[in-house]
């Protein structure tokens, strides 16, 4: 590696240099409507998702049976991690250069994977015995935990996304 | 008093010099009224998918309306109060912005068909419900904060 180019950013300016990258960046539309189509599924996204930690934190739709909730609204986060995943793809792609270089988007990455671990571990754990405290109330310590963490987490990838077109 | 001159007045306040003369000031507001978006967001896609019967919960209509409204009051209030300082930026900028005046206009027609008019058709007697009545309350909430939001992204764009 020494006096070379760091192989990620090598890759970044291969993809910044694909026509597909070319495309979206010079033309005046794409970008914007790309970004539009990125920020309402977002809003799907982390949008249903507040709802269910807003459930685990004990503070809407008590009457509903926690692990209903999840399995209702669930498949409509799946939906808008979909579309918000490939239009994010898409906009990487766009200004891959630029972005291998901007702060804010390698913390929104970090965050990404910590929001993805704290929601897989919740699965993997606490939510495997849901049936111990589907109706419950307060809700287990390490499901509010799980939650107000998912708030956070989220919270922060919001800030660093929108933070990342300041540091251009 | 004209509209335009409460604009003026606006821009000449030190609240306006304050915020356009800040670094950091519109960014920090600026996600303040993401943050607002997903809260408003969150409450009114789940609470219109149930009642257009995409998302499946135990209890009535009317019950689920109820609980998520106030998230949806405090999404909506985290967007008007950070949106005023938004305005407050440049209040001539957005003066003559035809998305901006079309934003306003849905905002204010969104916000008062969600609080009453939906509100009331989804919350009807367990048993008697007219269903079309309430899928077309979900349908024009849907589309009518839809609108709002694109036309919101349109303000920066043109």
């Not at chain 1, 970008?31 to 807003?54: P, Q, S």
């Not at chain 1, 310590?141 to 929108?162: D, E, P, Q, Y």
């Not at chain 2, 949106?83 to 934003?103: E, S």
């Amino acid at each position: 590696m020494a006096g070379g180019v760091p192989l990620l950013l090598e890759w970044c300016n291969r993809i910044s240099a694909t026509s597909l990258s070319t495309v979206i960046r010079e033309s005046d539309w794409w970008f914007n409507i790309i970004e539009t189509v990125h920020v309402i599924f977002t809003t799907l996204m982390v949008g249903t998702i507040l709802v269910v930690d807003l459930r685990l934190l004990g503070i809407v739709l008590c009457r509903e049976p926690a692990s209903r909730v999840v399995q209702a609204v669930v498949p409509w986060t799946w939906a808008g991690l979909a579309i918000m995943g490939t239009s994010g793809l898409l906009l990487f792609i766009s200004e891959a250069a630029q972005a291998y270089d901007n702060v804010a988007f390698r913390i929104k990455l970090v965050l990404l994977l910590a929001a993805g671990v704290n929601a897989l571990l919740f699965h993997t754990t606490i939510y495997r015995a849901v049936g111990e405290w589907d109706t419950r109330l307060p809700t287990p310590g390490r499901a509010r935990t799980a939650g107000a963490l998912s708030v956070a987490l989220w919270t922060a990838v919001i800030v660093c996304g929108r933070t990342i077109a300041y540091f251009h | 008093m004209s509209l335009l001159s409460v604009f003026r007045w606006l821009a000449d306040s030190q609240l306006s010099t304050a915020i356009a003369n800040s670094h950091y000031a519109f960014a920090v507001i600026e996600m303040v009224h993401l943050m607002g978006l997903t809260l408003l967001g969150g409450a009114v896609i789940v609470t219109d998918l149930t009642a257009l019967g995409l998302i499946s919960l135990k209890q009535e209509i009317g019950e689920i309306q109820r609980d998520l409204s106030p998230v949806a009051a405090v999404g909506l209030a985290m967007l008007l109060i950070s949106g005023f300082f938004m305005l407050a930026d440049g209040p001539l900028r957005y003066y003559g912005n035809a998305a901006f005046r079309l934003k306003m206009l849905l905002l204010v027609v969104a916000a008062l068909f969600y609080f009453s008019v939906h509100r009331r058709a989804l919350s009807v007697a367990p048993g008697a419900r007219p269903r079309g009545k309430i899928r077309l309350a979900a349908l024009t909430s849907l589309t009518l904060w839809f609108g709002v939001a694109l036309a919101g992204r349109a303000i920066g764009v043109l």
